[in-house]
C-alpha cells in the first residue's frame, strides 16, 4: 500500500508563503493524478489543487492565482506553492494520489495531512 507523507504546513502571517510537499513511499508521482485537498473540522473536504501526468493542472477558484501545484520526477515529490495566504486558507491538507491499475481500475491514498494556519 503507498504510503503519502507530507510536510510543509505551520503558522504564517496572512500575506505570507508556504510550500507543501508529498514525498509517496512508492514511485508514482510521474504516472498518476496527484491532488491537494484540505478540511476545516466539520466542512467536506474540498479539492485544492490536481496534476495530471501529462501535467494539466486544475484549482479551485478560491485560489487560482495564487497557488500553484507542481511536481519534480525526480524526486517522487508533490509540491503546493502557496502564496498571498489569507485566513481563510487555514485547514489540514492532505496529500492525495489517485492510482489507476488496469483497465478502469483506481486505487485512491491519502496522506496524514499537515495543519497550515493562517494569521491575520
Known amino acids: 500500500q503507498v504510503q503519502l507523507v507530507e510536510s510543509g504546513g505551520g503558522l504564517v502571517q496572512a500575506g505570507g508563503s508556504l510550500r507543501l510537499s508529498c514525498t509517496p513511499s512508492?514511485?508514482?508521482?510521474?504516472?498518476?493524478?496527484m491532488a491537494w485537498y484540505r478540511q476545516v473540522p466539520g466542512k467536506q473536504r474540498e479539492l485544492v489543487a490536481r496534476?495530471?501526468?501529462?501535467?494539466?493542472?486544475n484549482y479551485a477558484d478560491s485560489v487560482k492565482g495564487r497557488f500553484t501545484i507542481s511536481r519534480d520526477n525526480a524526486k517522487n515529490t508533490v509540491y503546493l506553492q502557496m502564496n498571498s495566504l489569507k485566513t481563510e486558507d487555514t485547514a489540514v491538507y492532505y496529500c492525495?494520489?489517485?492510482?489507476?491499475?488496469?483497465?478502469?481500475?483506481?486505487?485512491?491514498?491519502w496522506g496524514q495531512g499537515t495543519a497550515v494556519t493562517v494569521s491575520s
Open positions: 496534476i495530471a501526468p501529462g501535467g494539466s493542472t
Open positions: 512508492e514511485r508514482i508521482v510521474s504516472s498518476n493524478v
Open positions: 492525495n494520489a489517485d492510482i489507476r491499475g488496469l483497465g478502469r481500475s483506481h486505487q485512491n491514498y
